[in-house]
């Protein structure tokens, strides 16, 4: 079948560095997505990996490793307005997207 | 970037009655668009794809009768809940691929919070 593991909640200071790690299993791979989603809201395009590797993009990076069926969302800097759900949705051989239940990420000042 | 509109924002409605909601892409052609439903705290749930003039494809375990499907347009998918009832009360969210896009992402509508009494 295909899943996703990821935290369920994490928690973080102003200001700080997180790391928010996903494990995936899906029927084919073509890339993986991270999204935002605020509270109440539609989620937003955050990066896409299909290359292993890093890719940086201002105050968040993401990492994957398609031989592990691994990837994670780095957020540097952190700030209040990051408070949010963040979905890993890797896409599969239809090209369709993989959705988990996603991280709840707490910023504290 | 592609923007996608959705439209109602919030509807509440009696049991019983039907409800369209509307998606659009705004700056791009969407061939294919998505529909989805979240309840709260719970993942994204994928009901159907629509597929510019052909019939849309439906998850397992999501009605098509009483959801229905219509993508007319390049740019136009539109939503409607047959006969709702409470338990349809929900977020429901839709998205546009761009295969113009260098990642064959999707871009998501703003969402409809749709609550049935």
């Known amino acids: 079948g295909q899943n996703i593991d990821q935290p369920t909640e994490m928690t973080a200071t102003e200001g700080a560095i997180v790391q928010i790690n996903c494990t995936y299993q899906t029927s084919g791979f073509n890339g993986l997505f991270w999204y935002q989603q605020h509270a109440g809201e539609a989620p937003t395009f955050l990066s896409y990996?299909?290359l292993d590797g890093l890719e940086e993009k201002g105050r968040f990076s993401s990492f994957l490793s398609r031989s592990k069926g691994y990837s994670y969302l780095l957020l540097k800097e952190l700030q209040m307005k990051d408070s949010a759900s963040y979905l890993c949705?890797?896409?599969?051989?239809?090209?369709?997207?993989?959705w988990g239940a996603g991280t709840k990420l707490i910023i504290k000042p | 970037g592609a923007v996608v509109s959705q439209h109602p924002s919030r509807v509440i409605c009696k049991s019983g009655t039907s409800v369209k909601i509307e998606c659009r892409s705004l700056?791009?052609?969407?061939?294919?668009m998505f529909w989805y439903r979240q309840f709260p705290k719970q993942s994204l749930m994928l009901m159907a794809t629509s597929n510019e003039g052909s019939k849309a494809t439906y998850e397992q375990g999501v009605e098509k009768d009483k959801f229905l499907i219509n993508h007319a347009s390049l740019t136009l998918s539109t939503l409607t809940v047959t006969s709702a009832h409470p338990e349809d009360s929900s977020f429901y969210i839709c998205?546009?691929?761009?295969?113009?896009?260098?990642?064959?992402?999707?871009?998501f509508g703003p969402g409809t919070r749709l609550t049935v009494l």
């Open positions: 949705a890797p896409m599969d051989s239809n090209y369709q997207l993989i």
């Open positions: 990996n299909v």
């Open positions: 700056d791009f052609q969407a061939t294919t």
């Open positions: 998205s546009a691929r761009d295969y113009s896009s260098s990642y064959n992402e999707q871009f």
